[in-house]
């Protein structure tokens, strides 16, 4: 097997990760409907697994570091399948909760080992067509995963789904022993280095606006199949149509997000994603009830929110080039922090006012985001053009 083929093969396992991750905003309503809690209780299953992948990622990065690489892959989809199999054999919330927990460790690990894997496989000056490569796997699990989801959830129990996916973990790993090459450790980053970053100002702002950004769109996203269900009053079928198309317009944003990068720079495209973003919530808030409107506002929607998604991270990237992979570490865990927190908001929300607010409160978040960043490119703006002048006066005498 050649070693492209090795990288799409990582990228479809890091698709069934990103399945399990997605799935629970695709099935909440059924979900708190068969364990008998309240679409916001079971809406901190979210909550639950961000904060476990937020926090708990870095750790066992840094303890893991001098592991060989194959061994670390087989051992976070064997915990992986462990994870699908509490979900579907054991009873209740608590087990549930606990199932969130050990998925987002497991698939924590194995992301950012697949990736390291994945640069290592790629020839020279390839790299960053095989991270794109794994990180398009796994978003597609938005595209395909989540709607499957919910249809297999439509027809048969959900719990059926985690043990397919733990059986296809299992799959995996049989296939990963047989054709990923052993691949040496590498020297474990200090969590205190990688937290040393965030005492440079531009960098701690520039975390804030991922947070912000992606907290504003999980008060809305973790709760979008009770909305489309009671607010837009869809069918099942509607409902897993609006999540297909949901995923297609993420792919898609995500894609013209890097090109929009590339021609009219960062600064530009993330802040008009992020007004478009805010727009279009807003707009949900008046037009939720109308199922001919809620489509399109829906892969507006997607497009909109994940066309900030390559942009942050090359910003992100480009502050501290000498510490890139930091960098995306760190982003990859205020991300889920900012999922965590927007679950949880969105939770009080739905308990305490009514699922059709959800939009407009997600609205306000992404906004402080695109602020947020406003003032901080206008800065760095200022001080280049003052940097400018200064060199041109040291350099005339001027």
Do not use: C
């Not at 989809?77 to 054999?89: R, S, T």
């Not at 054991?90 to 606990?98: Q, V």
């Not at 496989?121 to 395909?144: H, N, R, Y």
């Amino acid at each position: 097997m050649s070693n492209a083929l090795k990288i799409y093969m990582l990228a479809i396992i890091s698709f069934l990760v990103g399945t399990s991750e997605f799935i629970i905003a695709g099935i909440l309503d059924k979900v708190s409907e068969d364990i008998g809690v309240s679409v916001s209780a079971a809406g901190q299953l979210i909550t639950v697994f961000s904060l476990a992948y937020a926090f708990g990622t870095p750790i066992l990065m840094a303890v893991t570091a001098r592991m060989e690489r194959r061994k670390l892959l087989l051992y976070s989809l064997g915990v992986f399948a462990i994870g699908n199999v509490i979900a579907l054999v054991l009873p209740g919330f608590e087990f549930l909760m606990a199932s969130r927990i050990v998925l987002a460790l497991s698939t924590g690990v194995f992301v950012v080992t697949a990736l390291t894997v994945a640069s290592k496989l790629a020839p020279p000056g390839k790299q960053g067509s095989a991270i794109a490569t794994l990180v398009m796997g796994f978003s597609t699990a938005l595209i395909v995963g989540v709607p499957l989801g919910r249809v297999i959830a439509s027809v048969y129990d959900w719990k059926l789904f985690f043990g397919g996916i733990g059986a296809l973990g299992l799959i995996a790993m049989i296939i990963i022993h047989f054709t990923i090459p052993r691949t040496d450790g590498e020297e474990p980053v200090p969590i205190g280095k990688q937290l040393a970053l965030l005492k440079q100002p531009k960098i701690a702002v520039a975390l804030l606006v991922t947070f912000f950004w992606i907290g504003g769109y999980s008060i809305a996203y973790t709760y979008i199949s009770p909305f489309l269900l009671q607010v837009t009053q869809l069918s099942e079928q509607g409902v897993s149509a609006g999540l297909f198309a949901f995923g297609i317009a993420s792919l898609i944003g995500s894609k013209l997000g890097g090109f929009s990068t590339d021609k009219w720079g960062a600064p530009r495209t993330l802040v008009s994603g992020m007004l478009l973003h805010t727009i279009v919530l807003v707009l949900l808030t008046f037009a939720g009830q109308s199922a001919v409107v809620v489509f399109p506002l829906l892969m507006l929607w997607a497009f909109a929110a994940w066309s900030s998604g390559p942009t942050q991270q090359f910003h992100l990237m480009s502050l501290a080039p000498e510490a890139s992979g930091i960098m995306l570490s760190l982003n990859s865990s205020v991300l889920q922090l900012g999922m965590a927190a927007g679950a949880g908001l969105g939770g009080i929300v739905v308990e305490q006012a009514s699922l059709s607010s959800i939009s407009w409160i997600g609205a306000t978040g992404v906004i402080i985001a695109a602020a947020t960043a406003t003032a901080s490119f206008r800065v760095s703006y200022v001080r280049s053009r003052r940097k400018a002048a200064e060199r041109v006066v040291l350099k005339t005498g001027i």
